[in-house]
């Protein structure tokens, strides 16, 4: 069993389109986020979920938009795409807040924007 | 600001040598330090993690040290293996408020058989 699993694994969309990214985890986690790697393979938080609750949003375009239905699901909804959203999007949990909550990453969504 | 940076950008080894990795980070207030592996199509694989009131910690064929003082963390890999190829990160987790991860840029690592 996949701990925190995304899918689709790769998605390529033309210019202005609306795409979700879905994002899962069964290890019980509390806490779920989304980051963005780019092509220099920084990677940078966008936002996190604690219990269904936003409580991290990075100054995200708001053209993006995380929805959590409940604390094992958080799904990424991006609008208008531009060729600039094009990146790795990873998606994270973790036990709760403080030390030794290791964080465990899904295996990434690759998203091109043409 | 916020910055966890790594002095080289590509590191080459033999397969067998110690492999040492840095990072460098700024913030001062961060407790908490984390080192992943990411190998290529996959995500970040925790690795080691490491208290701000430590200065060292062990695992297998792994050693993280913190230095405080000048705000530096190194990953050593002793014995390094085809296999440990991969980019590196250190991560800096801020408590201040809500949890986060602030990741630095990455060191490549190429092991040559």
């Known amino acids: 069993d996949t701990a925190v699993s995304q899918t689709p694994k790769y998605l390529v969309t033309q210019m202005g389109n609306d795409k979700s990214i879905k994002c899962e985890q069964n290890?019980?986690?509390?806490?779920m986020y989304w980051y963005k790697q780019d092509s220099k393979k920084f990677l940078k938080i966008m936002f996190s979920?604690?219990?269904?609750?936003?409580?991290i949003n990075e100054t995200v375009p708001n053209r993006f938009s995380p929805k959590s239905p409940d604390k094992a699901h958080l799904n990424l909804h991006i609008n208008s795409l531009e060729l600039g959203d094009s990146a790795v999007y990873f998606c994270?949990?973790?036990?709760?807040?403080?030390?030794?909550?290791?964080?465990?990453f899904g295996s990434g969504t690759r998203l091109t924007v043409v | 600001g916020e910055s966890v940076g790594l002095h080289l950008p590509t590191l080459s080894v033999q397969e067998g040598d110690n492999s040492i990795i840095n990072c460098a980070y700024s913030?001062?207030?961060?407790?908490?330090f984390i080192w992943y592996k990411q190998e290529s199509g996959k995500g970040p694989q925790f690795i080691i993690d490491i208290r701000s009131n430590m200065d060292k910690r062990q695992g297998q064929r792994v050693t993280v040290l913190l230095n405080k003082t000048v705000k530096h963390l190194s990953l050593q890999i002793a014995a390094t293996q085809p296999g440990d190829s991969a980019v590196y990160f250190c991560?800096?987790?801020?408590?201040?408020?809500?949890?986060?991860?602030?990741f630095g840029t990455g060191t490549r690592l190429l092991v040559s058989p």
């Open positions: 991560a800096e987790n801020r408590s201040t408020g809500f949890q986060k991860l602030v």
């Open positions: 979920y604690n219990n269904k609750e936003l409580i």
């Open positions: 290890l019980g986690h509390d806490t």
């Open positions: 913030n001062s207030a961060s407790d908490y």
């Open positions: 994270a949990s973790s036990q709760g807040q403080g030390y030794d909550y290791g964080y465990t």
